[in-house]
């Protein structure tokens, strides 16, 4: 019987690399000499440190154009608030990945809904969907590509 799973995965390769370029373009720039701005990586969170806030922010477009040029969707990406102590300003942008309980039973209902003859079952971080031709399969792909979920979706593991 034909099966796919719906995941949300990040490359943590290619986040590395992302955080790296971040960090040289952010020693080259003009706008940030001496500023002693940075990006790290720990657990699945980038923390940006600059000067002020408005740096910060500056730092974000550098933070979408390098995710992006990497395939990397920025839609996994949960913004902390900016928090300024002392001389400097702080922000903690956690990078989302799995489905999460609430998001993997509204991937479930929107399929359910959709009234297609195909099964969608949780499991742990992901949803299998089985059915039994492909094209129900198919459909069901289009579908969630369509659909307002906030998270990235990737579609593996595809069986026939």
Do not use: W
Request: net charge neutral; aromatic share 6%.
């Amino acid at each position: 019987m034909p099966s796919f799973d719906v995941v949300s995965e990040i490359d943590s390769h290619e986040l590395t690399n992302a955080v790296d370029q971040m960090n040289r373009e952010l020693n080259t720039r003009f706008d940030f000499k001496g500023s002693d701005a940075k990006v790290t990586l720990k657990d699945g969170a980038m923390n940006f440190e600059a000067t002020n806030e408005f740096q910060v922010r500056q730092m974000h477009d550098i933070m979408y154009k390098k995710l992006s040029a990497r395939n990397i969707d920025v839609a996994c990406l949960d913004k902390g608030k900016i928090d300024e102590r002392g001389m400097r300003a702080y922000q903690t942008i956690k990078v989302r990945e799995g489905l999460d309980k609430e998001v993997a039973k509204k991937v479930v209902k929107l399929i359910k809904d959709a009234g297609i003859k195909v099964q969608a079952a949780i499991q742990g971080e992901q949803v299998r969907v089985t059915g039994k031709k492909r094209d129900d399969l198919q459909q069901v792909m289009t579908m969630l590509k369509a659909a307002d979920i906030d998270m990235p979706l990737q579609y593996n593991n595809f069986r026939d």
